[in-house]
């Protein structure tokens, strides 16, 4: 048996091979155009829209002494009661308040059934001190004169 000899030329002659074969290409054809890939259709999906949320109408509170102001939207109990010292928006719902001397009246408005915008169902009325005053009775003494 002939003993093998280690040839240099030949290993790196080799291990050049490998290199070059474990640098990739540049994806390019010989002739030096990228290849043409058809790229897949879009997919097109249908999201069905939600079915609208109907709500039922608010309770609305009939207490006489509170007539103008149940039914009544948020221009017309400006009217009635001034700029308010607060008026908060949620969603579709409003929250007005006035206070004077003798009361602080919260006024709450949601959307009915007919009517273009949120209209009074509900009136709460209650002293500085958090006790509980005749609603009525706070209505009228926080009307504007007219």
């Given at each position: ?128 001190d958090g006790r509980e005053v005749d609603r009525a009775a706070c209505v009228a003494a926080l009307r504007?004169?007219?």
């Amino acid at each position: 048996m002939v003993p093998h000899r280690f040839v240099p030329h030949r290993f790196a002659v080799a291990l050049a091979a490998l290199a070059l074969a474990s640098c990739g290409g540049s994806g390019m054809p010989s002739g030096g155009k990228a290849p043409v890939r058809s790229a897949p259709p879009p997919v097109r999906t249908t999201v069905p829209r939600p079915a609208p949320v109907t709500r039922p109408s608010a309770q609305v509170l009939m207490i006489p002494g509170l007539e103008g102001v149940i039914g009544a939207d948020a221009l017309q109990l400006g009217k009635v009661f001034g700029t308010p010292r607060l008026h908060l928006i949620e969603d579709d719902s409003r929250k007005m308040q006035w206070t004077g001397p003798a009361c602080i009246l919260d006024i709450y408005l949601y959307p009915q059934q007919g009517a273009s915008r949120p209209t009074a169902t509900y009136v709460d009325a209650r002293r500085g001190d958090g006790r509980e005053v005749d609603r009525a009775a706070c209505v009228a003494a926080l009307r504007k004169a007219p």
